[in-house]
């Protein structure tokens, strides 16, 4: 069983920056196609940003490009989100989530994903 533990968030202004982190324990990270969701109060989970295993593919929501960054280290079992130019409706909650099975479709496919961390606050004041 894979373990996800997501950290960084935290209350900025809006025009600032965060970074995210998520560490992953318990299987061969590697392998693993990674994922960042946000969840706002009331409001689904929303793709945000997507890895492949060797982090060479990414893909980003149409309301990130631009501003977030996906990226990860594998011999640390990590995966970040660079987040730029921050905006008060970026406020959510922000998972990661790993797929362990193997996939080679779109990212931002919510199902495809198998293990989840228990998210980490992200609020940005106007």
């Known amino acids: 069983q894979v373990q996800l533990v997501e950290s960084g968030g935290g209350l900025v202004q809006a025009g600032g920056s965060l970074r995210l982190s998520c560490t992953a324990s318990?299987?061969?990270?590697?392998?693993?196609?990674m994922g960042w969701f946000r969840q706002a109060p009331g409001k689904e989970r929303l793709f945000v940003a997507g890895?492949?295993?060797?982090?060479?593919?990414?893909e980003y929501a149409d309301s990130v490009k631009g501003r977030y960054t996906i990226s990860r280290d594998n011999a640390k079992n990590t995966v970040y989100l660079q987040m730029n130019s921050l905006k008060p409706e970026d406020t959510a909650v922000y998972y990661c989530?790993?797929?362990?099975?193997?996939?080679?479709?779109?990212?931002?496919?919510?199902?495809?994903?198998?293990?989840w961390g228990q998210g980490t606050q992200v609020t940005v004041s106007s």
């Open positions: 318990g299987g061969t990270f590697s392998r693993y196609v």
């Open positions: 989530a790993a797929n362990t099975v193997g996939y080679g479709g779109s990212y931002s496919r919510l199902g495809i994903y198998d293990s």
């Open positions: 890895i492949s295993w060797s982090g060479i593919t990414t």
